[in-house]
């Protein structure tokens, strides 16, 4: 069955880094579009960063755009996001997603299929 494990969160104080990775299996992940969402505490779900299957168109929220980079390995079946100058206001639980092949909206969570678990960063101020 499909499995998209995210790893690499953590606690980070303000303007540091992290990368997370999502490490995806049980489907051909090079045919997929992959994305980043975030949930913080009471709040809904939001988009992050997107990429194509070829790697070469990214999409990015205008909250991280500049300071993150989402980035894939298909040979490795997997997706990273590298966030740099983290705010606090970053601090949220990130989920990977794959894109559904009919998909065109990218930054909507209706149209990506299987989901990771999750890994939180939170970023202190």
């Known amino acids: 069955q499909v499995q998209l494990v995210e790893s690499g969160g953590g606690l980070v104080q303000a303007g540091g880094s992290l990368r997370l990775s999502c490490a995806a299996s049980g489907l051909t992940f090079s045919r997929y579009g992959m994305g980043w969402f975030r949930q913080a505490p009471g709040k809904e779900r939001e988009f992050v960063a997107a990429?194509?299957?070829?790697?070469?168109?990214?999409y990015y929220a205008d909250s991280v755009k500049g300071r993150f980079t989402i980035s894939r390995e298909n040979a490795k079946n997997t997706v990273y996001l590298q966030m740099n100058s983290l705010k606090p206001e970053d601090t949220a639980v990130y989920y990977c997603?794959?894109?559904?092949?009919?998909?065109?909206?990218?930054?909507?969570?209706?149209?990506?299929?299987?989901w990771g678990q999750g890994t939180q960063v939170t970023v202190s101020s």
């Open positions: 990429i194509s299957w070829s790697g070469r168109s990214t």
């Open positions: 997603a794959n894109l559904k092949l009919s998909g065109t909206t990218y930054y909507a969570p209706r149209e990506y299929d299987y």
